[in-house]
């Protein structure tokens, strides 16, 4: 008998139980679409916070002292050592907007014009113009703020004056005015500063508006790469143990690490569903090599051999693998896309004031990002949901291989 005959037999017998087949494509799409789903965006976030942080140069260093703010004493030090460039402070404070009936959290980061086009490289702005250094507070909006979820329109304009309300401590904020001056484009996650998610004011107006006589952190450009560990040694040795510096190489092979433990620990937990797939499978082949026990046996009396009945049943479990696999790649790329937006909607903006954002949880993270499927990814659970549907299908199989024709047709 010729393999494409007993392939077109377990197509057969996988159509006469609709029902049951879809449910077990099903139990093995949902395990493959949760595994492209989930590393696709943890790839996606790695990438664009490695993208950014390349953007910055590997001739940054960003600085700030555990327990204190710094101040223009630290910056005259800083800047007197050897091999460095440019010295940028930047105050940091966490605030909301009221924008139509809805919460946008944000925050805002106190920066010289001249700081803000070093760390945001090339100044991409979709409307308006930058700030210059006054101490009036004009303020570059991010694109997240500025661009409503649902119609992706500027729902902020430049010229507009709105309030912000600052956190000046866990218990109390204050009302601040500003107008804007440009809208960003989209920039994606970076390092220490989300800019989709934030608002950026010239540092003399961030001083005199948020009271502030100290900075939160200072951005260390060196006059080349390769000067980076000598000036943080510099650093260290100024302020030992208090100093928390790294350059955005550093910070990107950190990421790297842990965003690729990441992703395994959610892959392997999107993998478990496949493990469920597997039991589901074998316990309906085994049900339905029971109900089929007079169809084998006939089989047998018209000659099948142990053999063509083994390949059938193992033919039908490859063959539920394959359609769970490809509904699985094609569900998990369309998730893939939909999360962000879901992830965002839920976290951006919220119905309560100063409510939680990852911008308030730690000003290093940020959700803005792409998405992107990794073809060795969808190759693997693609596999993987085969191996699953193929060793699930050989113990029925043999079960049914070895059954006695005699005793098969008496079955009732």
């Known amino acids: 008998m010729r393999i494409a005959d007993i392939f077109l037999l377990a197509f057969k017998a996988l159509l006469t139980h609709k029902i049951r087949t879809s449910l077990l494509v099903l139990s093995v799409a949902v395990g493959v679409a949760a595994i492209v789903t989930l590393t696709a965006q943890t790839e996606g976030v790695g990438r664009s916070i490695i993208s950014t942080l390349q953007s910055l140069g590997p001739d940054t260093i960003i600085v700030n002292v555990m327990g204190r703010g710094l101040t223009d004493a630290d910056i005259a030090v800083v800047s007197t050592l050897e091999n460095v460039r440019k010295v940028i402070p930047v105050i940091r404070e966490m605030g909301s907007i009221n924008l139509g009936g809805s919460t946008v959290n944000a925050v805002i980061y106190g920066i010289s014009s001249d700081g803000l086009k070093e760390i945001l490289g090339d100044l991409k702005l979709v409307d308006g113009s930058p700030y210059q250094e006054v101490s009036i507070p004009l303020a570059v909006v991010g694109n997240q703020i ?65 009271n502030r006589k100290s900075y939160n952190m200072l951005i260390v450009k060196v006059s080349d790469s390769n000067s980076v560990d000598s000036v943080v040694e510099s650093l260290r040795s100024i302020y030992g143990g208090t100093l928390n510096a790294m350059s955005p190489t550093q910070i990107a092979q950190t990421m790297q690490s842990i965003i690729l433990q990441i992703s395994i620990l959610l892959g392997g937990i999107a993998a478990i569903s496949l493990i469920a797939a597997a039991l589901g499978i074998f316990n309906m082949m085994l049900v339905t090599i029971t109900e089929r026990t007079k169809e084998i046996g006939t089989m047998k009396a018209l000659g099948f051999k142990n053999k063509h009945i083994l390949a059938q049943i193992i033919l039908e479990g490859f063959l539920i693998g394959v359609l769970g696999g490809v509904v699985g790649i094609a569900v998990g790329a369309i998730a893939s896309y939909m999360l962000p937006n879901i992830i965002m909607g839920g976290m951006i903006r919220s119905p309560a004031p100063m409510a939680r954002t990852p911008q308030f949880a730690s000003p290093i993270l940020s959700i803005s990002y792409k998405p992107y499927i990794n073809p060795f990814i969808v190759l693997t659970s693609f596999m993987l949901a085969l191996l699953v549907s193929v060793f699930s299908s050989l113990y029925p199989a043999w079960r049914a291989a070895k059954m006695d024709p005699v005793r098969a047709l008496k079955y009732e």
């Open 146 to 210: 500025a661009i409503s979820n649902t119609t992706n329109q500027l729902i902020v304009f430049p010229g507009q004056v709105f309030m912000v309300n600052t956190r000046g401590t866990p218990t109390s904020s204050t009302a601040i005015g500003m107008v804007v001056s440009g809208i960003l484009d989209k920039y994606g996650a970076m390092s220490f500063i989300s800019p989709d998610t934030s608002i950026f004011i010239p540092l003399q107006a961030a001083q005199q508006i948020l």
